[in-house]
């Protein structure tokens, strides 16, 4: 008895150790295809994006921002909102240079973007 079982178990052994799952032969990984298909669909939605959206309209939109900043400046609160849009590194982590800046002035979107960031800075 004993030996059929180990000639079963050298059997079935062999027979799985050969048998690999190819899901994309182009070496389909979900975790990229995700990034890529978010950066593409926030690109879309940053290319639609109206002045004087709130800042609940844009997330309705565009889902909860990937980071986020409040500065108040005298009177006026300024919220940005950063969306990734493009991948620099491919180490898995996002970062604000990887993302399109989204400036709202009381919350009402003032204008997107590096120049539109800078404007803070003034």
């Keep these: 008895m004993k030996p059929r079982l180990l000639v079963g178990a050298l059997g079935l052994s062999l027979l799985l150790s050969g048998c690999v799952i190819s899901v994309d032969g182009d070496g389909y990984d979900g975790y990229h295809s995700d990034w890529q298909k978010q950066e593409k669909d926030n690109r879309k939605e940053v ?3 109206q002045p004087n959206l709130t800042a609940g309209q844009i997330m309705e939109r565009m889902g909860i921002a990937d980071f986020s ?3 108040k400046k005298g009177d006026d609160q300024f ?3 950063y969306y990734r849009t493009q991948r620099k590194d491919d180490d898995g982590v996002t970062t604000k240079d990887e993302c399109t800046p989204l400036v ?3 919350d009402k979107l003032i ?3 590096d120049s539109a960031l800078s404007m803070l800075n003034q």
């Design 111 to 113: 204008g997107w973007g």
């Design 69 to 71: 900043e409040l500065v």
């Design 79 to 81: 919220h940005v909102l």
């Design 47 to 49: 290319a639609q994006l």
């Design 104 to 106: 709202l002035k009381n």
